[in-house]
């Protein structure tokens, strides 16, 4: 356990930009019976965080300390747990009306902890949870994605879109993507099967044949989405991670569209593990940045390819 009864952590106490976020000391948290204590070496930035931050998703208590991706080392287990241990490296999506992991210690429900990837670097690991669940429940739990299948990915070169091209590739689809031009040689890296330069190309009239499942991870607003709808196959599916599409122009054209949220599941980030064991998916880091610039990642939203890590303790 830590020598002190106090940790460092990022905090905010009302609702605002980048601004509100200040580094403070704060208590530990307490754990519960079937909770687990983490001591956090690294967590990431999701658009969710900012979301929250604003106070568009949800209005937490205040002081509340941001960022939903953990990965980490167990150092306190509550008396009812017996699945995880002192020592164990972790990694997991967080209970976003929780205190969060920009801090050195943070507390979550067991159920929701899975053991860390072991062929990447733990604070890696960090940057994994939130995007790869987005990717793998639109993908396959609602996409219903199956091999030799066309899948689009807007955004594909961001924290979601990197990881979903990924995951279409190692489930045997043909994978196109929408990015403009200075991710192409990334995306290639992964994969990729077919890139459209979404500033310089309206995918409506680039695509040169349907495809059975389209996951929109950009910020395009829902009358731009929706002219995605006439690109799918007939009884294909549109899902949505931010703009919804119009169900009725779905109905009409006879395909599917859902805007889904993510959900924290413990099996599914499990089988995200054995992927990135097995080296089929590698996280896309292009920044990292130290706890205490946690507001500088704050205002860099919007301006950054790939996932950005908070590193908090790089000696675990």
Not at 229 to 255: H, I, R, T, Y
């Amino acid at each position: 356990m830590p020598e002190n009864s106090n940790m460092q952590a990022a905090v905010f106490n009302q609702h605002g930009g980048p601004e509100v976020i200040q580094l403070s000391e704060v208590s530990i948290p307490e754990v519960g019976p079937d909770e687990v204590l983490i001591k956090v070496a690294a967590t990431s930035y999701n658009p969710l965080d900012s979301a929250i931050r604003q106070g568009n998703i949800i209005s937490p208590e205040f002081p509340f300390i941001p960022h939903s991706d953990v990965a980490g080392v167990i150092e306190k287990t509550g008396e009812s747990v017996e699945s995880l241990a002192v020592g164990q490296k972790v990694f997991s999506y967080l209970d976003i009306s929780r205190d969060g992991a920009a801090a050195e210690y943070v507390v979550s429900k067991a159920k929701n902890i899975v053991s860390a990837p072991t062929n990447i670097p733990l604070q890696d690991a960090g940057s994994i949870p939130l995007a790869a669940l987005t990717a793998w429940q639109a993908l396959f739990q609602i996409g219903k994605l199956e091999k030799g299948q066309r899948v689009l990915i807007t955004a594909a070169a961001g924290g979601v879109g990197s990881f979903a091209v990924q995951l279409a590739k190692w489930k045997g689809a043909y994978v196109i993507g929408s990015a403009s031009e200075n991710s192409f040689q990334k995306l290639k890296e992964l994969g990729i099967d077919e890139i459209i330069d979404y500033k310089n190309e309206p995918v409506p009239e680039v695509l040169n044949e349907k495809v059975d499942l389209i996951f929109n991870v950009s910020p395009a607003k829902s009358d731009e989405v929706n002219t995605w709808l006439p690109l799918l196959n007939k009884g294909g599916m549109l899902v949505s991670a931010l703009s919804p599409a119009s169900k009725e122009l779905a109905e009409q054209l006879e395909v599917n569209t859902k805007r889904m949220a993510v959900r924290s599941n413990a099996d599914d980030l499990t089988q995200i593990v054995r992927l990135v064991d097995e080296g089929a998916v590698v996280p896309f880091i292009t920044e990292r940045f130290p706890l205490s610039e946690v507001r500088t990642v704050h205002e860099l939203a919007g301006k950054t390819r790939g996932k950005v890590l908070i590193e908090v303790d790089s000696s675990i």
